[in-house]
Each structure stands twice: as structure tokens, then as C-alpha cells.
Nanobody, 126 residues
Framework: QVQLVESGGGLVQAGGSLRLSCAASGRTFSQYYISWFRQAPGKEREFVATIHWSGGGTNYADSVKGRFTISRDNAENTVYLQMNSLKPEGTAVYYC???????????????????WGQGTQVTVSS
């Protein structure tokens, strides 16, 4: 059974940085996409970033390009999201998600993912 556990959320001032972690277990993830989504109160869950576990290819939402970086540590089975220059509109619950063997072209859709973590709260104060 795939398990995803997020950590690293918290309260930060606008312009600050946080690094989120997603610890993955229960499977060999070589053909998986691991992604980050976020959901603000009253809004739909939205795509943030994705990484292919073995190939290392990445993609980002336009709203975070140049500020966020997704990476993975194969030895630790962990995916990271480094978030710099945080903005108040980045306040949300951030979720880690995993999908096996999907096309790159559907990685931005939350419906493509079979496994989700419990989420970690990020609050950016102005």
C-alpha cells in the first residue's frame, strides 16, 4: 500500500521560504509521477509542481515558476518542494500525490492521482 506523508508546513511571512517534504513508502516509485497540489479555503485543489521519479523531469504551475523547486532524493524516498518568495495567496493546505504510469500531459489534473497524503498547512502572512 502506498503511503505519502507530508511535513514542513508552517507560518511564514511574505517573502520567506519553506521546504515541504513528502516521504513515500510501500512501492518502488520508478514509474511514478509525484506531485504537489494545494487547496485554499473555498477554492478547488490546484496543481503546483510535478516530478517523474526516475527520469527527473519536472513541471510547474505558472504561478510558482521561478520561485518553487521540486526535487527528489531516491535514497530517502522523499520528494521536496522548496518554496521561496512566498506570497499570501500561497496560503493553503499542500498535498503530495502519486500516480503510476500516467502521461506527462495529465499530471496537472488531480483526477490522475490514486494516492494522496494528509496534507500540510502553509500560512503566509502579509
Amino acid at each position: 500500500q502506498v503511503q505519502l506523508v507530508e511535513s514542513g508546513g508552517g507560518l511564514v511571512q511574505a517573502g520567506g521560504s519553506l521546504r515541504l517534504s513528502c516521504a513515500a513508502s510501500g512501492r518502488t516509485f520508478s514509474q511514478y509521477y509525484i506531485s504537489w497540489f494545494r487547496q485554499a479555503p473555498g477554492k478547488e485543489r490546484e496543481f503546483v509542481a510535478t516530478i517523474h521519479w526516475s527520469g527527473g523531469g519536472t513541471n510547474y504551475a505558472d504561478s510558482v515558476k521561478g520561485r518553487f523547486t521540486i526535487s527528489r532524493d531516491n535514497a530517502e524516498n522523499t520528494v521536496y518542494l522548496q518554496m521561496n518568495s512566498l506570497k499570501p495567496e500561497g496560503t493553503a493546505v499542500y498535498y503530495c500525490a502519486a500516480a503510476f504510469g500516467i502521461s506527462y500531459y495529465v499530471t496537472q489534473s488531480s483526477r490522475s492521482y490514486d494516492y494522496w497524503g494528509q496534507g500540510t498547512q502553509v500560512t503566509v502572512s502579509s
